[in-house]
């Protein structure tokens, strides 16, 4: 992770923004699920609860309310059958809190057997008291269950779930207040949310920085050696020009995108080692003296040292400091032969080749683009890439020409 040494260059905002951007998407969805989940519980204990209710209340009723014997007890006034049966009851139903006879309420009825409903958020049910064929209730008193709503959910084993509270967020079976428990995933989910958001910020990091880092090295270096470049009128455009040779070669040699790329920056940048020689040498119209060659032949060198002081332009070294090997090991600095450069830089060779004998110099008019390219048939270059450069010449022409004022103010507009 080249990216944490890069760090001091990315704002404590934009990390913090990061963070809590990664962290609230990984727990977005968490909690539409958790919300989601919840509301699914809620519904289906809501109706196994009321089911259970009901089916409770629907047994008092059929067995100890639609029944003659307790129909003739309470019209009789037999209380102490009444309290029997009431006391068979509590035994038998643990749900059942108190039980009693009530004077009939006006909301209750007669019509119905039964009929639940909460109180202070308390659960009751009112029941009719009829003969065995329901077809005579009594009238002025109906029975009435207090039900203990906490014994029906430890009954369904809802106890964990549900807790009826009075200040309960959800509305549960009757209208009752609960609160109602999710999958306790939260502190897990917090956990992972934060190493995601953790995460985001690093890749961030590597990103933003290595990326950015990489391209400003490479941008601001390129913008330099044309700047520099412009300075002669004889090479203004010429590691554009070669960049774009080698690109139209590269292409047709079928490189790999990347390194395709990497072509590019690398032509654009393989004479920047130029930049320390005096321009007394480098634009001298007449033979250059045996001290002067050696500071000209010293520019790979000098690129080479150049481009090793930025931290990602490692990759542009070969082409700034090889460029100038040839087939046969007669090119310098190191006199390399063949498949000792690699294959790219061949490229980039072939191309800078072509590119200064197709510009014109001080001491004579540039070349045809037929012309440079015979001349290159017998020069040590890889005439593999020379035979490339043939079919690829009228390609050339439409990318290369015309090289006009046109062209030289676009390059000024670029720069600025
Ligand atoms: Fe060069
Ligand atoms: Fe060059």
Known sequence: MKGFSELRFVGL??????????????????????????????????NIYEQSVEGLTKSLSVGYFLWHAMFNAVQSGNQDFVDLMFQEILEDFPDVRAIRIIERPKEMAQERDFEVFVRQ????????IRDSLSQNTVEDSVVLVSLDKEKTLARLSMADRVTFSNSGRKTFAYGLRADIKGYDIYNWLLFHSFVAGLVGVLLMMEVLSVGFSRYHQTQGLQTT???????????????????????????????????????VNGAKLHDIG????????????????????????????????????????????????????????????????????????????????????????????AYTFAEAAEMMADMPLDQDIVSELFSALPELERVLNPRTAESVQGAFDSVI
């Open 13 to 46: 905002k934009l990390v913090i923004f990061v963070f809590l951007v990664s962290f609230t998407l990984m727990l977005l969805p968490f909690h539409i699920f958790q919300t989601s989940a919840i509301a699914h519980i809620n519904e289906t204990y809501e």
């Open 121 to 128: 958020d308390e659960l009751y049910a009112f029941l009719n």
């Open 225 to 263: 050696v044309h700047m520099w470049e412009l300075q002669d009128p004889y090479t203004t455009f010429h590691s554009k020009n070669v960049a774009k040779i080698a690109e139209v070669l590269g292409k047709r040699l079928k490189l790999k995108r990347k390194k395709l790329a990497e072509l």
């Open 274 to 365: 130029k930049m320390g020689i005096s321009t007394s040498i480098l634009r001298k119209k007449g033979p250059l003296n045996e001290i002067e060659w050696e500071v000209m032949f010293s520019h790979p060198e000098r690129g080479k040292n150049l481009l090793e002081q930025f931290k990602y332009l490692g990759e542009y070294v070969p082409y700034a400091y090889m460029h100038h090997e040839r087939e046969d090991g007669s090119g310098y600095p190191r006199g390399l032969k063949g498949e000792e450069i690699p294959f790219e830089v061949r490229i980039l060779a072939v191309a800078d080749v072509f590119e200064a004998l197709t510009a014109d110099r001080p001491y004579r008019d």
